[in-house]
């Protein structure tokens, strides 16, 4: 019979705190708020006040890695660390294979109104569709490569924004 710390269930573990490196608040309250429920700890990179360099155009894997690995020097090796990015791909204004306005997404927000995307995709034929991808790289302590997880959500635009 086993006794002692050995007999300690899952949901007894103490984790150590996951660094999220993230300018964004709401995306922090997210992943604090779904991670937690599961029994981890969630804490904002605080030094991400400084933010991490992000080599545009590089593909996903790479651009990733650059900013983890910057991110985990400044926090340390011995620290659970992920970084997170957004990148929207609108179908009517990407051209040659490189989604528009992708890796550049939260720049490109902020100088866009959505009456200046509409007029500029009914310029180029009127198609509506979008997707929104979200990579997440996770840097685990003793491991030589981080952990690459994605998603997609296909949709539309909507030909007025929402006023609510």
Same mark, same amino acid.
């Given at each position: 019979m086993i006794r002692g710390p050995e007999l300690r269930r899952y949901?007894?573990? @103490?984790l150590a705190p996951i660094?999220?490196?993230?300018?964004?608040? &709401?995306?922090?309250?997210?992943?604090?708020?779904?991670l937690g429920s599961?029994?981890?700890?969630?804490e904002r990179f605080e030094a991400h006040a400084r933010a991490y360099h992000e080599p545009y155009g590089l593909p996903t894997k790479e651009f990733l890695g650059s900013g983890l690995r910057e991110v985990v020097s400044r926090a340390g090796a011995r620290r659970l660390v992920f970084?997170?990015?957004?990148?929207?791909?609108?179908? @009517?204004l990407s051209?040659?294979?490189?989604?528009?306005?992708?890796? &550049?997404?939260?720049?490109?927000?902020?100088a866009s109104s959505h009456a200046e995307l509409i007029d500029a995709i009914n310029e180029v034929g009127g198609d509506?569709?979008?997707?929104?991808?979200s990579d997440?790289?996770?840097?685990v302590p003793g491991h030589s490569?981080?952990?690459?997880f994605s998603g997609v959500t296909p949709g539309k635009l909507a030909l007025m924004p929402d006023k609510g």
């Open positions: 949901d007894q573990i @103490a660094l999220f490196a993230t300018s964004n608040i &709401a995306k922090f309250l997210q992943a604090r708020l779904m599961m029994g981890f700890r969630v970084i997170e990015d957004t990148t929207v791909r609108i179908d @009517a051209l040659n294979g490189d989604d528009f306005p992708g890796q &550049a997404t939260k720049e490109w927000f902020t509506l569709r979008v997707s929104v991808r997440i790289a996770l840097y490569e981080f952990l690459l």
